[in-house]
Structure formats: structure tokens, C-alpha cells
């Protein structure tokens, strides 16, 4: 079935430090979705992709969709303590609505 | 505009009982899908509606799971004869529409079967 694998699973960063994360898939997506989920609350819609190569920013996020339609990264500029959570990729499923990946857990060290 | 409300937040139930769980969808937003997450999982589908279509039950994990949706907004998600193994936390999203891929997301109901 489809699949979307995130990296890293997990990583620690210092306050101020700037973050990337990838999301890869074996097949191709036409639209690209990240979201992130703070604890004990539900995913937050951050960015939408929909185009190949597009670039899209959300303040200090910034996201794009990959050439190859296989993959998508999302940067995080300068982080900082409530950029804490987990951050999911997703893309339309074959046989559900959305596929998500099991999500990069971020934590930053003041 | 209010978003995506979910009742109860948290729900203690013993096993064998059965639970109603309730989700409220952002206003005009046709399309609502179920989703459960386990303790540092993804996100699992369970089940989504779309307007007055049938709804796609293709997710649920056995028959025990059932969900209906009333006049096309609020959604109640039930599970008979609860197990320990549903324990997790049950998220309710809304979209415009099905091929309105941008879903937005409750906050939750986390049920725990003792």
C-alpha cells in the first residue's frame, strides 16, 4: 500500500537553530500536505502543496513540494521553544482520503 | 469562526462497555472523516462522510466500530463492547469538501478501556 516515511523520526535542536525535515514516498502525490500536532491536541493544517517544485512559506516555515513528486521537505527558520510537537506529512490515499507518515517528533533545547 | 469541536475530551470506560464518541465539524464543511491515533503513532482512517453519500467504512477495524452523521453535520462514533486495545485517541476532522484535501482536525477524544 502507500506509504509516506518521514526523517528524522526524532530530533533535539538548540533554540535559534534552523530545522529540515523530509517526507518520501515510493509513489507520486499531487498534493502534498504538512501539519503538527502539539501534545494533546489535534493536527494543525500548516502547509498545502499542490504543485510540483512550488515553494510555499508560513512565516518561519517553509515547505516544497519535491520535482520528482515523491517527496516534500518542510524547513523551520530559527526555531524556538513552541516549535515543539510532531510534524506530519500527508498526501492523498488510493483507498483513504489522506495518508499520513508517522510524523517527525521535534524538541528544542533552550 | 469556531473550529472543529469533539466530546468528551477524555473518557474512562470499562472494558465491555460501550462508548459514543461525538465530534461537531467546522460549519459548511460537507466532508467529515474519523481517525484514531495510538500512544506515538500516525494516524489511522477509520471512516469519512461526505455529504449524504454513504459513507466509506472501508477503515473501521471490526464490526464493533460503527458511525453515523445526522442532517449532514454532527458525526457520533460508537463502539460496542469496548476492548483494552481501543484505547487511543479518537480525531474527528472536517474538509469543504472530499476533494478538499486540506482536512482540518478536533482535538480529540482519549479513550482509555480499563
Known amino acids: 500500500g502507500q506509504q509516506l516515511n518521514q526523517s528524522p523520526q526524532s530530533m533535539f535542536i538548540q533554540e535559534g537553530e534552523d530545522v529540515s525535515m523530509n517526507c518520501t514516498s515510493s509513489s507520486i502525490f499531487n498534493t502534498w500536505l504538512w501539519y503538527k500536532q502539539d501534545p494533546g491536541e489535534g493536527p494543525v493544517l500548516l502547509i498545502a502543496?499542490?504543485?510540483?517544485?512550488e515553494l510555499t512559506s508560513n512565516g518561519r516555515l517553509t515547505a516544497q513540494f519535491g520535482t520528482t513528486r515523491k517527496d516534500s521537505f518542510l524547513n523551520i527558520s530559527a526555531s524556538i521553544p513552541s516549535d515543539v510537537g510532531i510534524y506530519f506529512c500527508?498526501?492523498?490515499?488510493?483507498?483513504?482520503?489522506?495518508?499520513f507518515g508517522k510524523g517527525t517528533r521535534l524538541s528544542v533545547i533552550a | 469562526g469556531a473550529g472543529v469541536s469533539q466530546s468528551p475530551s477524555n473518557k474512562v470506560t470499562e472494558k465491555g462497555k460501550d462508548v459514543e464518541l461525538r465530534c461537531d465539524p467546522i460549519?459548511?464543511?460537507?466532508?467529515l472523516y474519523w481517525y484514531r491515533q495510538s500512544l506515538g503513532q500516525g494516524l489511522e482512517f477509520l471512516i469519512y462522510f461526505q455529504g449524504n453519500s454513504a459513507p466509506d467504512k472501508s477503515g473501521l477495524p471490526s464490526d464493533r466500530f460503527s458511525a453515523e452523521r445526522t442532517g449532514g453535520s454532527v458525526s457520533t462514533l460508537t463502539i460496542q463492547r469496548t476492548q483494552q486495545e481501543d484505547s487511543a485517541v479518537y480525531l474527528c476532522a472536517s474538509s469543504l469538501g472530499y476533494r478538499s484535501y486540506e482536512q482540518y482536525f478536533g482535538p480529540g477524544t482519549r479513550l482509555t478501556v480499563t
Open positions: 502543496l499542490y504543485k510540483a517544485g
Open positions: 500527508a498526501g492523498p490515499g488510493r483507498n483513504t482520503p489522506l495518508v
Open positions: 460549519s459548511g464543511h460537507t466532508a
